[in-house]
């Protein structure tokens, strides 16, 4: 029993105390071990840090030696090349990669001149259909009446005119024009052939329409109405006034007005009537003052002044002098030049003729208005008034009406109808209705200047 008792105490002591004994050699062990990790770590970092110099030390060195071996390289590229020169050689050693070869066989198109063909054809209702009038003795017995400003005979359909235009730059200085005209009775007609240097100053030479006023250097198809005003046929001719020789152009920037413009013009080949035509003193000098003003942002106002002299006897003993003032006001609304535009022109042309038995006199002009009312319609109204320039006292009276459909760019359709009063006509005023039709193949569209 006793030694029972002592069992169970020993047992009892044991598993009261274990805990406490067992807890104790575990922090003893922890703090035997703390020192040692301390020392591991310490040497880790220290030999981390030697690696990485080494590292470094080793990089640099094959840096060193990279540029070194380079250097090296592009000596030897120059000695290689002094001594190819040296011994005369100009060629050079080049990786036939780095070469692109190009072909330009496909470029020469870049070369053909820009080509354009417009048709203009003309329905013709009229009454009379064959007046009487007087002659023009400049004309060799030609009736005026029946020759003047498109007044064909009888009722009838035809080819006014078929025209080719040619343009093409030349060089960087100059570019070349060329209008062949095909009338209705197929001879082949030279508009205008003239070269162009595109400069500061505008020199050309060569065939070309005069700058007089602002109508006579466009072509008939591109005129706000089928025909031309009657003032210019009369004191001109129908094709009005042009010549070969050189006109120079220049821009004198703002002067008085925000921009000025002065064109200088000396031609041979007058037109017939006011100037003499054909071989001779057919020589006429031209001469035009433009004047532009920016009236607001929308419209702006165009103020002109235009001279011609030169004989009209091929003997040279006569002078004939024309001069002229033109005013040209647009409206076209900022970003809507397209859907609305309104534009009115007014010219007045005065004549002074030296003949034998005197001096003649005579003045004329015209006022025309135009109106867009989409992108497609157009209208427009001309009055005309004009003096004959070899007798005051017989004149000229007409008024036209047109309204204009834009089916695209390249072509339109011109209604026109008008009356044409003429006081040495022995008929009623000449009745007309006109249908046109232009249209234009290539980039010409109905040049208008």
Same mark, same amino acid.
């Given at each position: 029993m006793p030694r029972l008792r002592y069992v169970s105490l020993t047992i009892l002591a044991v598993v009261l105390l274990g805990p406490v004994s067992l807890q104790a050699q575990r922090q003893g062990s922890l703090q035997s071990r703390r020192p040692a990790g301390r020392d591991t770590v310490t040497a880790v970092s220290d030999s981390l840090q030697t690696v990485i110099a080494e590292l470094t030390a080793r990089l640099a060195r094959l840096e060193e030696?990279?540029?070194?071996?380079?250097?090296?390289?592009?000596?030897?590229?120059?000695?290689?090349?002094?001594?190819?020169?040296?011994?005369?050689s100009r060629e050079e050693t080049v990786d036939a990669r780095s070469v692109t070869f190009y072909g330009r066989q496909r470029q020469m198109k870049q070369l053909n001149p820009e080509i354009s063909m417009t048709g203009d054809f003309i329905g013709l209702a009229r009454s009379p259909q064959s007046p009487t009038g007087t002659t023009n003795p400049a004309w060799d017995g030609m009736d005026f009446a029946d020759n003047l400003a498109f007044l064909p005979t009888g009722n009838r359909f035809f080819l006014r005119a078929a025209e080719l235009n040619v343009v093409a730059p030349l060089d960087p200085f100059t570019r070349?024009?060329?209008?062949?005209?095909?009338?209705?009775?197929?001879?082949?007609?030279?508009?205008?052939?003239?070269?162009?240097?595109?400069?500061? $100053?505008? #020199?050309? !030479? /060569? *065939?070309?329409?005069? +700058?007089?006023?602002?109508?006579?250097?466009?072509?008939e198809h591109a005129l706000p109405q089928v025909d031309r005003p009657h003032v210019l046929t009369t004191f001109f001719n129908q094709d009005?006034?042009?010549?070969?020789?050189?006109?120079?152009?220049?821009?004198?920037?703002?002067?008085?007005?925000?921009?000025?413009?002065?064109?200088?013009?000396?031609?041979?080949?007058?037109?017939?009537?006011?100037?003499?035509?054909?071989?001779?003193?057919?020589?006429?000098?031209?001469?035009?003052?433009k004047n532009y003003y920016d009236l607001s942002g929308? $419209?702006? #106002?165009? !103020? /002109? *002044?235009?001279?011609? +002299?030169g004989a009209n006897d091929t003997a040279g003993d006569y002078l004939s002098t024309v001069g002229g003032i033109d005013v040209n006001y647009r409206w076209t609304p900022a970003g809507r030049s397209h859907y609305r535009t309104f534009e009115v022109r007014v010219e007045a042309l005065y004549s002074s003729q030296e003949t034998a038995l005197g001096t003649i006199d005579a003045w004329g002009g015209y006022i025309s208005a135009q109106n867009r009312f989409g992108a497609r319609i157009l209208a427009s109204v001309r009055l005309d008034y004009t003096q004959l320039p070899w007798d005051k006292d017989e004149t000229i009276q007409g008024l036209a009406a047109t309204l204009d459909f834009w089916q695209s760019e390249f072509v339109f359709f011109r209604l026109q109808v008008d009356t044409v009063k003429m006081s040495f006509a022995d008929d009623d005023p000449i009745n007309r209705v006109i249908l046109q039709t232009v249209w234009s193949m290539g980039p010409h569209k109905h040049e208008a200047y």
């Open positions: 030696a990279i540029e070194a071996r380079e250097r090296a390289a592009r000596l030897q590229s120059l000695r290689d090349r002094a001594q190819q020169r040296a011994a005369g070349g024009k060329f209008f062949l005209e095909i009338p209705g009775d197929g001879s082949l007609v030279v508009e205008e052939a003239y070269m162009q240097w595109v400069a500061h $100053t505008h #020199l050309k !030479i /060569g *065939l070309f329409r005069n +700058q007089f006023g602002q109508l006579n250097r466009w072509h009005g006034l042009e010549g070969l020789g050189v006109s120079a152009n220049w821009v004198l920037g703002n002067l008085w007005s925000d921009v000025n413009e002065l064109t200088i013009e000396y031609v041979s080949g007058g037109d017939g009537i006011s100037f003499a035509g054909g071989k001779g003193h057919d020589r006429v000098a031209v001469a035009r003052l929308d $419209t702006y #106002l165009e !103020i /002109g *002044l235009s001279g011609a +002299q």
